[in-house]
């Protein structure tokens, strides 16, 4: 198993990072993407993967909440960044209309000079979308035949949205929102839309965890132990053998993330 977005550089995972990754490990997880989401996350992630080589890979970007950041300074440390062989993709990045902790300017103008970043470098792009899917897709569209790859990471939407990105050739990363019974109730019926070769596996810790757990972790903390519950989730719902799905899942990631095998 591979989990596509891990935040690892949070606060949250300080005192027992290590411990954290044994039992990702004895969980069967053979990988994890560490996630960037601006500069000096970007850099930690990339610092924490050259310390576990082979097991951890990271992302560097700017993601939509810190869209404001993303000044001269940082498209030179993206640049940096974009060549070490531990970075698999760049982003975070992408729209989020949700919370709007940046403006949607500043954040159009981070995802378009991230989006030309990935172009540039031939790096598959990790994206951010929330409540912004049609400018979003207005945005993605002009780049879509010159990027080497890009997923939808925690994909959240609509079967209408998912139906678009489909079309537009992305690929979809699901997480424990799928597990959620205020909000994720959908996920159950369209994931099965999914192709075997789009459909990516993510954890997003040390948030989204999966509330269907049982019996409840104490801790709110989500950790990539949990992903092969999620996974078990998404075969159920797919009515698919869930060994079919992890080979399946795993091929897809490696290929797309270009990951040593």
């Not at 890979?57 to 810190?66: I, M, N, Q």
């Not at 940046?102 to 989006?115: C, D, N, R, S, V």
Request: proline share 5%; hydrophobic share 40%; glycine share 4%.
């Amino acid at each position: 198993m591979i989990d596509i977005g891990v935040n690892l550089t949070n606060s949250r995972f300080d005192k027992d990072l290590p411990a954290v990754l044994e039992q990702a490990k004895q969980a069967g997880l053979s990988k994890l993407i560490v996630t960037g989401t601006n500069i000096t996350e970007s850099e930690q992630a990339l610092t924490l993967s050259k310390s576990y080589p082979g097991f951890l890979y990271s992302t560097a970007g700017v993601h939509p909440h810190d869209a404001s950041s993303m000044d001269q300074r940082a498209l030179t440390k993206l640049r940096e960044l974009l060549v070490q062989p531990e970075v698999k993709a760049v982003g975070e990045c992408g729209l989020d209309f949700n919370r709007n902790f940046t403006t949607p300017a500043e954040q159009e103008h981070a995802f378009i000079q991230q989006l030309e970043l990935a172009v540039e470098y031939q790096l598959p792009v990790f994206m951010h979308e929330r409540d912004a899917s049609v400018r979003f897709i207005e945005l993605v569209s002009p780049y879509i035949k010159q990027l080497s790859n890009a997923v939808v990471h925690c994909f959240t939407g609509t079967q209408a949205e998912l139906e678009q990105y489909l079309a537009l050739g992305l690929h979809i990363g699901i997480t424990g929102w799928i597990c959620d019974e205020r909000r994720g109730q959908h996920l159950l019926d369209i994931v099965k839309m999914i192709p075997d070769n789009r459909l990516m596996l993510e954890t997003d810790s040390p948030y989204l965890l999966p509330r269907s757990m049982r019996p409840k972790p104490k801790s709110s903390r989500n950790e990539p132990k949990y992903l092969p519950y999620i996974a078990k989730t998404i075969a159920d719902a797919r009515q698919q053998d869930l060994q079919l799905l992890l080979s399946n899942t795993q091929q897809t990631t490696n290929t797309f993330f270009n990951l040593t095998i």
